[in-house]
């Protein structure tokens, strides 16, 4: 069984009274004020989620056609720089890169 946590006046673990202790000596104004705080922090928390799952989107998109760039330019290379198994390395990931979802699956059930 887990030990029950303690407050402290200034609302730290510790010392002090059971949180059971603390809302039962709240008026029904009080915690309503409460839940009404914590309802705006998990709106704020909610929207803070919503940019950075957009941001992270972003940046991988970015990422992807960065990657995709680098491995196009290296597959029609030809001054003799990278080998060609290299080169065919790059142009079977652009073509994979290229290629649908949908479409991946489909090849994979015919072979």
């Avoid at 704020?44 to 992807?64: D, P, W, Y």
């Avoid at 029609?76 to 790059?90: E, L, V, Y």
């Avoid at 079977?92 to 059930?109: D, F, G, I």
């Amino acid at each position: 069984m887990a030990k029950e946590e303690k407050l402290t006046p200034q609302g730290q673990k510790g010392q002090g009274q059971s949180y059971d202790e603390v809302l039962a000596g709240m008026s029904i104004e009080q915690k309503d004020n409460i839940i009404k705080q914590l309802d705006r922090q998990c709106g704020t928390l909610a929207q803070e989620n919503i940019k950075l799952k957009q941001q992270m989107q972003q940046m991988q998109q970015s990422e992807f056609y960065v990657i995709l760039d680098w491995n196009y330019k290296i597959a029609i290379c030809d001054n003799g720089i990278f080998n060609t198994d290299f080169r065919k390395a790059c142009a079977k990931r652009v073509e994979e890169m290229m290629t649908p979802p949908e479409k991946k699956e489909e090849n994979n059930e015919q072979q």
